[in-house]
């Protein structure tokens, strides 16, 4: 009986994440109540207060969902492609750009983030903590550039941190562009010359070469 239980809360719990997702992208996140969610979901706000203390803690509930996808994903590549960092990378960032077109959720997802989340009120917090997270990010991504260059992928004069700082930039610009205007580009069919490009600049840009250190 407790497993049934404990099974049928894990099951409310997804269709509160998967309701939220759908109001906030219909509505916003500033328009949005916690009773439409309650209603979208077919539950009572009690419900969604005993898994979610509020909006915010929602909100953030529903980013690290998609974030763990990643990790799992990352996971799963490094089986399949063991010593070969640069190849993990190109997979991901290859299923990022894709999945924002195929993945209906994921799609919805950015699509709040980029255009229907401001920033302010209760939700000053998460954009506090997004802050903390994009820093935690450039060194996640710096560290995979340096076990490229241990491998051998990339070249050791590379500046991980610009090279960083440039693919958020190019990752995030390309889907906000696309999910602004989806008939101005084929993201999908284009997601693998896209990230290709990156990859080539990291390995021949003359700008992204560590800058020498004089005495």
Known sequence: MARKTKSQALETRQHILDAAVREFSARGVSSTSLTDIANAAGVTRG????????????????????????????????????????RILREILIYILVATVTDPQRKALMEIIFHKCEFVGEMTSV??????????????????????????QLPATLDTRQAAVILRAYLTGLMENWLFIPESFDLQSNA???????????????????PTKTV
Not at 192 to 210: I, K, N
């Open 127 to 152: 954009h506090e903590a997004r802050k903390s997270l994009y820093m935690e990010g450039y060194g996640k991504i710096e560290r995979i550039l340096e076990r490229c260059i241990k491998e051998k």
């Open 192 to 210: 693998e010359r896209f990230v290709d490009t990156y990859l080539d600049m990291l390995r021949h840009s003359s700008f992204l070469v560590l």
């Open 47 to 86: 419900a969604i207060y005993w898994h979610f203390r509020n909006k915010v803690e929602l909100f953030n509930a529903i980013w690290e969902a998609y974030e763990s996808q990643i990790k799992v994903l990352e996971l799963e590549y490094q089986t399949k492609f063991p010593n070969n960092p640069l």
